[in-house]
Nanobody, 115 residues
């Protein structure tokens, strides 16, 4: 079964930055999908925080607007999330998936923001 691979998480202080990456195996072309990043909170809820359509239009949850930027590189078959001005409430696991959750959830990448 196809599984997306997430990376780039880490431990940062409040105000720090991270860049998350999402890679897909060559058998899948992410360019055909509207893609998103999801944040799994310590309360175990998985929230969509940023989405990007196949033609590059973006939309953000209010909680990350102005701080996060989602992008895609169809040549590399990759998805990215630039996270700036991180806050403790951004802590949690981050996953990429299509907007309609077409893929199994991968292992996620952990972001920890210390206050």
């Amino acid at each position: 079964q196809v599984q997306l691979v997430n990376s780039g998480g880490g431990l940062v202080q409040t105000g720090g930055s991270l860049r998350l990456s999402c890679a897909a195996p060559g058998s899948i072309s992410l360019s055909h999908y509207d893609m998103a990043w999801y944040h799994r909170t310590p309360g175990n809820r998985r929230d969509l925080v940023a989405r990007i359509t196949s033609d590059g239009s973006v939309l953000y949850d209010d909680s990350v607007k102005g701080r996060f930027a989602i992008s895609r590189d169809n040549t590399s078959n990759a998805l990215y999330l630039q996270m700036n001005n991180l806050k403790p409430e951004d802590t949690g696991l981050y996953y990429c998936n299509s907007v309609d959750v077409a893929f199994p959830w991968g292992q996620g990448t952990r972001v920890t923001v210390s206050s």
